[in-house]
């Protein structure tokens, strides 16, 4: 059983009210659910937004490529560059400021994804 199959199962749980299931134990049941949904996203967390990147400038981000591989860095500025029929956003690093990565390539996290540890 995975957590949103376990998160199905509380709830279907609470909404019949099964024998198991009384009055009493609702309350419990509703905050294992939302522990169940806390872990889920820090297992899988959404990449960060544009927005939210811009909020992390001089904090460390965990960059993930499309191959799956992923370092912590720590972000040191970000450029919206626009021309003629073209824009891109820039993202920038300390340890390769000289190199940007395009913010549309690459995924940016405020926590290591659980899959990265495999």
């Known amino acids: 059983m995975n957590i949103e199959q376990a998160i199905a199962y509380l709830e279907e749980c609470i909404q019949r009210q099964n024998s198991w299931c009384d009055?009493?134990?609702?309350?419990?049941?509703?905050?294992?659910?939302?522990?169940?949904r806390e872990k889920a996203e820090r297992e899988n967390p959404k990449p960060l937004t544009l927005e939210q990147?811009?909020?992390?400038v001089g904090k460390p981000v965990y960059r993930r490529w499309r191959n799956g591989n992923g370092i912590w860095?720590?972000?040191?500025?970000?450029e919206e560059k626009m021309e003629i029929g073209n824009s891109e956003i820039l993202v920038f690093?300390?340890?390769?400021n000289w190199f940007p990565e395009r913010f549309d390539r690459v995924e940016f996290f405020d926590h290591e994804p659980k899959e990265a540890h495999k």
């Open 23 to 36: 009055y009493t134990g609702v309350k419990e049941m509703r905050l294992a659910i939302e522990a169940l």
């Open 53 to 56: 990147l811009k909020e992390r």
């Open 73 to 78: 860095e720590v972000l040191e500025r970000i």
């Open 93 to 96: 690093f300390q340890h390769d």
